[in-house]
């Protein structure tokens, strides 16, 4: 019988998956504007503070809050001396969802169990990073 799942899988799930978009949107906000007047030319009123509000530009908080517990994931997660072949499973099915977790291990040469394993660590990561979960439950096996 299969372990029952956390009531927050489905959100983290959904948080994971728009990890690739959030990010896209942050880029856009935070690239300078190539059309339209600018503070620094002349005629200007003021002192031009373009770089300030390109790098003060963001996301609604929510959005943030789900882009940074991400971003820390895969952070630790880089740390680790299978980082690479783990983000692979992560980018794979979640980011660009061409592989199932059964193809992703094929992919990168692990086991299903295995896969199943490290995909439950990140996604407790995840959720340890919003506060949905005990820092000493996502560190167990």
Known sequence: MSKPRKLW???????????PELQAQLNELRQPS??????SQ??????????ENIATRT???MDMKHLEAVEKAVKWTEKLPTGPE????????????SHTLSGAAQA?????????????????MVAENL????????RAK
Not at 9 to 19: D, I, M, N, Q, S
Not at 113 to 122: A, S, Y
């Open 9 to 19: 899988w489905g959100y983290v799930k959904a948080v994971v998956r728009a990890y």
């Open 34 to 39: 190539t059309g339209g007047r600018s503070d």
């Open 42 to 51: 002349p005629g200007a009123k003021g002192a031009s503070r373009t770089t």
């Open 59 to 61: 996301l609604p908080p």
């Open 86 to 97: 783990r983000l692979k499973i992560i980018e794979l099915v979640y980011w660009k969802q």
């Open 108 to 124: 990168v040469g692990y086991s299903y169990q295995h896969t199943l394993f490290l995909n439950r660590q990140f996604f407790y």
């Open 131 to 138: 506060g949905l979960e005990e820092k000493s439950a996502s």
